[in-house]
Every structure is written in C-alpha cells, then in structure tokens.
C-alpha cells in the first residue's frame, strides 16, 4: 500500500515548525526509470521561473518543496542520520526519511499524490550552509531514491537553491529593576526592562516572593503582554498578593520572570528568564 497525499502533506507541514520562509532561487531536476512510481518514468526540471520553490530543516534533515507553475507539486527531504548536523559528503544506504534509525542516512522524494512507504537510496552533498534557527542558506546535492524496494526502478535527481542572506533572529533580554510598595493595596509595582534588536510584544509571566516574618511568606504573579521598541523599553508590572494579605514595605523580594516571544522570521518562540532579588521600597 502506498501513502495518499493527505498523509504526505502532513509529514511535510510538521518539518516547518521552527523555520525560516524565504524567496528561495534554484533548480531541481528528476529522472525517473520506466516503472518507477514516484516520477512515472518521467524527466522533470524545474527552476525559480518555472515553480515556486522553498526549504526548511531541523538542522539534520533538508527539506525542499517544489510548486510547478503549471500545477502539482513535489518534495524531497533528505536526512543526516539522526542527531547528526546535516553537512557535505556521501550518504549511502538512506531509508525512509522520517522514520530512519540511529545511524542511517534518510530520503524520502514524493509528489503528485504519489508517495512510498519505504524507501531506499542514496545522496550526495556537496554544498550546505545555514543560518540562525538552522535556515537553509545554501543546499546541492544529488539523489538516488529506490520505492518500497531496493530493486525498484530508480529516480534520480539534482537540486541547487538558495536563500537571501538569513534575517537577524530575535533577541531578547528581561531585567527586573525596581519594587515599589502600594501601601493602600499592599501591592508591588514592579519596573523592568525589556530590551529587543527590533519592535515586539512579548508576554511576560512574572512571580514574586517575599518573607515577612520568620515564619510567613507573601507570594503574587502576573502575566501580561507588553510592547518593545528597539533596542528597549521600560515597563511597569502589578504583582497582587493573595486577598487579605501584603507585601512588607522595606523587605527584599525574590522575583523570577520569563518573557516570551513570536519570531515570524523563523517560525519560532524566543524564551528568556531572569531573576533578582529587589529590596520593596
């Protein structure tokens, strides 16, 4: 039995998580054997004029999709072993991409609705390069793809591409500076800074402790979203104890934070954590 497309796309979308889009350029070719079932012993070649290409990657596996202007699509992936950075050189003995075991190489070439269960082959690299967040700046290599059986007519194929020099991946810093006493509430204000290399709204989820006594502690949180103007903003933070209790004014607080953000760059979360301890003035 061989996989549908509903299946296919699914494996491909999972692969995104985590990358960069990109104006990919380049060309990709495939050769198909009479008798093999992903190409239908078609030659196919395509280039940036000719289909839209792009690339993602997890840093061991490579993946590249191809949308021909006239219609349909393609995929190839090709894996390091796993655990293993993807990098120049020959990989011999590849299985099924997303199911290869310690050790083996991986290769999966599918399209059209057409796709295998197994796999068997081969691949060469001869030029990879990333960037932050494992961008695929730069991916060659030629490939050899053998459906369901190692004796099965091959497919052959060829890919160059490339990205635009990769974007800055988000950078994000979080400092607690001040603790301020609301002696009608019994709050704390805390002040922090928040520092980004462009315009953001992370959220920040913030918990504060304080001992009041020997024996007593106070303890409050907050969580909210706030706004980063490049290179950094100052904002404000209510922390709120339990109701009928307060904060002690002149008191160190124990304050730890995480903050949090999207990178559309990448298609990924950036998470910071800080922690201080402020005297509650």
């Known amino acids: 039995m061989r996989l549908s497309k509903s299946v296919l796309t699914l494996g491909a979308s999972l692969l995104l998580v985590g990358t960069a889009g990109a104006q990919t350029t380049g060309t990709i070719t495939l050769n198909s054997e009479a008798g093999d079932y992903i190409g239908m012993g078609e030659f196919h070649s395509y280039d940036d004029t000719t289909a839209s290409l792009s690339t993602s990657s997890d840093g061991s596996l490579v993946t590249i999709n191809v949308y021909p202007t006239s219609g349909g699509w393609w995929t190839v992936n090709l894996a390091a072993p796993p655990g293993q950075p993807m990098a120049a050189g020959a990989y011999d003995n590849a299985v099924r991409a997303f199911v290869r075991p310690a050790g083996t190489p991986g290769i999966d070439v599918y399209g059209m609705g057409r796709g295998c269960n197994q796999t068997a082959g081969r691949f060469d690299v001869t030029e990879v390069t990333f960037g932050p967040n494992n961008y695929v700046t730069s991916f060659s290599a030629s490939f050899e793809q053998h459906c369901e059986w190692s ?10 591409v490339q990205n635009p020099p990769p974007p800055p991946a988000l950078e994000l810093s979080f400092s607690v500076t001040e603790a301020l006493f609301n002696k009608v509430t019994g709050a704390a204000l805390l002040r922090a800074a928040v520092s980004c290399n462009r315009a953001v709204d992370p959220y920040v989820n913030l918990s504060a402790i304080q001992r009041i006594s020997r024996t007593q502690t106070v303890s409050g949180g907050a969580y909210l979203q706030v706004h980063c103007t490049a290179p950094g903003t100052s904002v404000e933070i209510p922390v709120n104890p339990p109701s009928g209790s307060s904060f002690a004014k002149g008191r160190p607080m ?12 990448y298609n990924t979360w950036v998470n910071k954590t800080a922690t201080a301890v402020v005297k509650l003035k």
């Open 254 to 265: 124990e304050v730890s934070g995480n903050l949090n953000a999207y990178d559309p760059a």
């Open 151 to 160: 004796g099965a007519p091959a497919l052959r194929g060829e890919l160059h």
